[in-house]
Each structure stands twice: as C-alpha cells, then as structure tokens.
C-alpha cells in the first residue's frame, strides 16, 4: 500500500512568494496532521484534520499560514507571503485513529 | 500546557552496547506511549509503543519501560547495531479519537561499529 504521500519533496523559493505543499493522505484515514520540524523548535503541530475539518490550528504561526482539505484524499499548506524563517521541513500525517503514518517531507528553503 | 521532557538529547554506543532513552510527561491524560524512529532525509516511524496499563513491552531488540507513578517512560535498544543510529522521539497521545502526538525533543544516537 501506498503510504502518505507529499510533494514537492525540495522547494526552494524567495522570500515573499507564495509557497504551497501538497500531501495525499493514506487512503480510509480520516485524520490528517500538518508538522514542521525545524533544528531549534523540533517538531511542531500546525494543523489537524478529522474527516477534513479542521479541529485544530493553534500551532499555526499566523496568518500568513493557512491549510485546506477539500476531500478525504488531497490536503495543502500554503504560506503566503514566505519568510526566510518559514525554512524547514514539513511533515504531513495521516492516520485512522492511531498509528499516525508520516510522510517523507517537504524540505523548504526560502531565500 | 503539555510537556514532554526527553533525555539525553545525543548519545553514542558503541556496536552492540545498550542504549537508553528517557522521557518524562506531566499530563496525565495520555493514553498511549509510543516512541518513532527517524532516520535523515525520511519522515518518523512507530517503532514501539506501550499503553499505560502495561510496565514493559518488548519486540525484538527493543523495549520499553513505563512507570506511571514517575510519569515516566524509556526506550532500551539491546545490542545496538550502526543501523540504529538515528534520532528517536517519544510521541505520548493525548486520550482523544484524533490521536494527536506531543513530541519529545528527539535524542540523535549514533551506534560506533
């Protein structure tokens, strides 16, 4: 079975594009969990789904952040306009209760 | 807030030596007690995990410790191989159905051949 899927796996961008990161969950989850992992903070939680609601986004940084679900299979974080200190490594999680199933990352640069 | 305290932050074993990772909780609303295994370039990985009615649980090399009363809980890697070198987090869930992680701040081990 396929696992979580995201892309692109690299993005490296100037600052003040607007920057998106896509993921397809494992198909039948209904949970889906947005995290960054950067050296100095580790791993944070942004953002969660249920059954493509958001439950949810206090670990959201601010409203430059936003994150969608339209359906059970296709999620994404956009980050408009990007900062230099938005780099770092994004996760995307699905799961139907427990275990979560992470993907491999997007690695994002901005410049 | 919740907390999760997790120590050492780095540790180096020697090629079948034992390694032991702590983490420490104070919510006591956790319902399960997993740690992830992540290796460089890759997303983490359920390696093993315990619920909080059980004290220890093995699966191969690995094991877990649990001590509720402590709130406490650790991971031991017997005969530590160089492909375990990786970081590891322990993840503690929150008793709800969404099943969200608290994560540790990860331990990086590296195993010496």
């Known amino acids: 079975d396929a696992g979580v899927i995201q892309s692109p796996r690299h993005e490296v961008t100037e600052m003040g594009q607007e920057v998106t990161l896509r993921c397809k969950p494992i198909s039948g989850h209904n949970s889906l969990f947005w995290y960054r992992q950067t050296m100095m903070r580790g791993l944070e939680l942004l953002i969660y789904f249920n059954n493509n609601v958001p439950i949810d986004d206090s670990g959201m940084p601010e409203d430059r952040f936003s994150a969608k679900m339209p359906n059970a299979s296709f999620s994404t974080l956009k980050i408009q306009p990007s900062e230099p200190r938005d780099s770092a490594v994004y996760f995307c999680?699905?799961?139907?209760?427990?275990?979560?199933?992470f993907g491999d990352g997007t690695r994002l640069s901005i410049l | 807030q919740q907390q999760v305290k997790q120590s050492p932050q780095s540790l180096i074993v020697q090629k079948g030596g034992i390694s032991i990772i702590n983490c420490a909780y104070e919510n006591t609303a956790f319902d399960y007690f997993p740690w992830y295994q992540q290796f460089p370039g890759k997303g983490p990985a359920l390696l093993i995990a315990i619920r909080p009615d059980v004290s220890e649980k093995k699966e191969g090399r690995f094991t877990i410790s649990f001590n509720k009363s402590a709130k406490q809980f650790s991971l031991h890697i017997m005969d530590s191989q160089p492909g375990d070198s990786a970081t590891y987090f322990c993840?503690?869930?929150?008793?709800?159905?969404?099943?969200?992680?608290?994560f540790g701040q990860g331990t990086t081990l590296q195993v010496k051949p």
């Open positions: 999680a699905s799961s139907l209760g427990w275990p979560q199933h």
């Open positions: 993840a503690p869930k929150g008793s709800s159905n969404t099943g969200k992680l608290i």
